[in-house]
């Protein structure tokens, strides 16, 4: 999703992507306020501070959830950039939103069976470890400590 903010938080463009979204044509998004499309207290917790950064010249990278009217909650990656007019001033702010959910669930997916293995691993009773080519040894558990009479790998 592209959009186009200005310093009142006012959307100014919106691409079709934001459209299908929010389940309407851009003529009814631009001229909107932030906080009325998303809801004031999102706006507050999770927008308002990001955009007043990226007004000050910086550019902002932030991941949030939203509810949208086509997909409901989601995750969101947002990058927001500054757009300069005259003299430099920072007067609107370009902003890209991608919905990375699914690659969140993964990731989480992941981190739930890494936890699991290493769980596994540490109460194996049996002794157990992991090396190099060469031999060396990259991890081993509480049997393999146990065993070979060690008190830390």
Not at 128 to 150: P, Q, T, Y
């Amino acid at each position: 999703m592209i959009t186009v903010i200005n310093r009142d938080y006012v959307y100014e463009k919106v691409n079709k992507t934001f459209c299908l979204n929010h389940k309407m044509i851009a003529d009814e998004i631009v001229g909107q306020k932030l906080e009325d499309l998303w809801g004031k207290e999102n706006f507050i917790s999770s927008i308002k501070d990001n955009i007043d950064k990226c007004f000050r010249g910086n550019m902002v990278y932030y991941q949030a959830f939203f509810e949208t009217p086509a997909w409901g909650k989601r995750y969101f990656e947002v990058v927001m950039k500054p757009l300069s007019g005259r003299e430099n001033e920072v007067t609107h702010i370009l902003a890209e939103t991608y919905d990375i959910t699914e690659l969140k669930l993964k990731e989480q997916e992941a981190s739930d069976l890494e936890w699991e293995f290493k769980n596994l691993e540490s109460n194996l009773p049996i002794g157990f470890f992991r090396s190099d080519e060469n031999g060396r040894l990259l991890h081993v558990n509480r049997a393999f400590l146990k065993i070979m009479e060690a008190t830390s790998e």
